[in-house]
């Protein structure tokens, strides 16, 4: 009964313009979560006419990837809430996590050992200014403390975190340890974002919420090389701008959303048409590393509900590819698209099916310095006889305990890895556990 009449009083609050009183309910003051995903991918062996130190190895392999983390977050003052996370990783993945672009595990990283390591993912605070009689109801979640925002807000993110928390979002197609597998399906693959080696950086977010609207900039480090886990403290010429416009709406009922995102990335990076120039016959890239380079580029990102049960997403994305790949991966342009059809539709309500497919190509100067016998951090055959790298996947996510524990097979299928024709299909099945609460 007191919960009827709590409920009441709030709906009426709400319509009479009493949101500023909101705050008096209740709201969690602190939360704890926790996640664990073990990924077990294995691939048979497949044709290769040639391989070079960053190929996939044409041989069968199986690698198996483990994360754990723990999400602490705590509200402190009016608007403000910290959070914290450690993380332990470890495994691997093919080859080292060599020989494609759109690698096949989003749970690995190039670390260079396999051993399990613990460290620090996230420690940042936030402060949120919000205005107005709207308010949205915040449900409890990873780094999500449960309580209310204004619909029209403007807050400050600073410390360190993973920039894709923030952009690029999508309901479909984002996160490796729930969704889609493969690298070019997180985020969108072009987006060079710039990340130490596990994939987090230090910087701040400032973001302008409207009711159907949402502004984002972020300005972040940079790190000292490529693929690196040392932040580079020349903030003049090493740094990073991400810009994002976030736009929500409804067709027919069914939610949907338009983010564009662009970005310039500043550090001491090499320049792949200058590798050739200097040594025609084996070009190295990190040997024209220089201050005053910048790589720019843009990402376009659709999520549309098709009914309660099927969703639809695509995305585009585009660099200059002027200057080498410096945190994410070797790629210059990338189109994806596919759905997810929850298991309502054949009365298994817990689960959930996701089909994509993604086309993803470098530019001509980066193609032509891999040609050449050049090497980026992650791809490079010794040669190369060009195709976009072409990948398909598919996965099953059944709830096996109580939407707590998840099992995920999954299929990717690689045409041209690494843009090589010479090498390939490449066919990667894998199983995802994944355990939350």
Partial sequence: MKKIVLAAITSAMLSHGYAQNIDSLAKKRFNLHFQQTIITQTKPGFQADYSGENSLSNKGETATSLTTTLFGGARLWKGAEAYFNPEMSGGKGFSQTLGLAGFSNGETFRVGSPEPAIYIARAYLVQTFGWGNQVDTIPDDQNQLAGYRKKKYFSITAGKFGLSDFFDNNAYSHDARTQFLNWS?????????????????????????????????????????ANGAIWDGNLAKAHAFTLEYEKRYAISGQKG??????????????????????????????????????????????????????????????????????????????????????????????????????????????RDYLADGGYGFIIGDGKLNYGHEMIAEVYYKVDVYQKKVFLSPDYQFIVNPAYNKDRGPVNAFALRMHVEF
Avoid: C
């Fill in 185 to 225: 399906l997180m985020s969108n693959g072009a987006w060079d974002y710039p990340a130490n080696t596990r994939g987090y950086v230090i910087g701040a977010v400032f973001e302008l919420g409207q009711p159907t609207w949402s502004l984002r900039l972020a300005t972040t480090m940079v790190t000292t090389s």
């Fill in 257 to 366: 959303t338009i983010r564009v995102l662009g970005y310039d990335n500043a550090a001491k990076m090499g320049d792949y048409a200058l590798a050739i120039a200097q040594d025609p016959l084996s070009p190295d890239v990190t040997a024209t590393r220089k201050y005053g380079r910048n790589k720019y580029g843009f990402g376009v990102n659709l999520e549309q509900s098709v009914n309660p049960n099927l969703g639809v997403f695509a995305k585009t994305s585009y660099n200059d590819g002027k200057t080498e790949t410096w945190a994410f991966t070797e790629i210059d342009q990338s189109v994806s698209l596919g759905a997810v059809l929850n298991g309502k539709s054949w009365n298994q309500k817990d689960a959930e099916i996701g089909l994509a497919f993604v086309g993803n190509g470098i530019s001509k100067d980066h």
